[in-house]
């Protein structure tokens, strides 16, 4: 085990599976305390079962961030458990519409904001005051490429990204003299259980045009290292700015794609 996070607590949204699982994995590798969220119980307690030998240094909350009363509970839950609260990872999100603006409903669009955006919001603004008592701390947004480009059938869901990214930004204007470190990481192509299926059908036809109107082998184009992503690929990036080793970094928005928007 390390001890880059040793004594440190985080609080991470989504939690259950995908990139949220990913980096709690590393967090409690490296040392820290780790509180989980997210909707599905059952999915935050495989997460804590496979765990066992860490079962003294993490622990679920199950609510939706969405919902202010939930993400203050978890916030405060995470102090309750652990004392404290240095690490946020605003991480939970929804999967993107495909589709232009004239098919997408008012409920994907709420849905989508309310989840990346007003959950962000909400978890941050419970988390800050306990961060200035506590003397600073650090709080990551999982973001995406997608807050930084433009890309067909996806207005929403880029929007959404954006809007969380700039929130982001300002808060680390706001809280800066607080000692408190705003971030983000904006990955690409990720597997995950989300996407797992789409990316099946894929690669059982790695030429075939799939919306929004790219193939398996345009994917990996996309990333100039050649594979998508691994939840590892963005826990590490996750690892770096909850650790001390970025105390002089904030307001900064850390591409970890493959080399996608370098293109």
């Known amino acids: 085990m390390g001890d880059r996070l040793k004594n440190k607590v985080a609080l991470i949204t989504g939690g259950g599976s995908g990139i949220g699982k990913g980096i709690a994995k590393a967090y409690l590798r490296e040392g820290a305390k780790v509180i989980i969220s997210g909707r ?13 030998d860490c079962k003294e240094r993490i622990d679920y909350i199950q609510g939706d961030i969405s919902i202010n009363e939930d993400a203050e509970r978890m ?23 495909i589709c232009t603006i004239l098919e997408l ?18 978890c941050s603004k419970f988390a800050v005051p306990f961060m200035i008592e506590n003397g600073g701390g650090s709080i990551i947004m999982i973001t995406s490429i ?11 869901y880029n929007a ?15 809280f800066g003299k607080d000692n408190i470190r705003v971030n983000s990481i904006c990955p690409a192509w990720v597997e995950t259980e989300m996407n797992y299926e789409q990316l099946m059908k ?14 398996y082998n345009d994917v990996l184009q996309m990333h100039t290292i050649g594979r998508i992503g691994k ?5 590490g990036a996750a690892v770096y700015l909850g650790s001390d080793e970025s105390t002089w970094v904030t307001g900064s928005s850390l591409m970890v794609d493959g080399g996608y928007t370098c293109q």
């Open 160 to 174: 959404a990204k954006a809007a969380q990214e700039y929130l982001m930004k300002c808060m680390a204007i706001d």
């Open 40 to 52: 599905r119980r059952n999915k935050l307690e495989e997460v804590i079962k496979s765990e066992a």
């Open 231 to 235: 939840p590892e690929d963005v826990s």
């Open 202 to 215: 894929m690669r059982s036809e790695p030429d075939k045009k799939f919306p929004p109107g790219i193939s």
């Open 146 to 156: 997608s807050s930084h480009i433009g890309q067909p059938k996806q207005g929403c």
């Open 105 to 122: 409903t008012e409920e994907e669009w709420n849905n989508t904001f309310n989840i990346d955006v007003k959950g962000s919001w909400f």
């Open 75 to 97: 916030v405060k839950g995470t102090v309750k458990k652990f004392g404290k609260i240095d690490i946020l990872i605003n991480n939970a999100g929804v999967r993107a519409s």
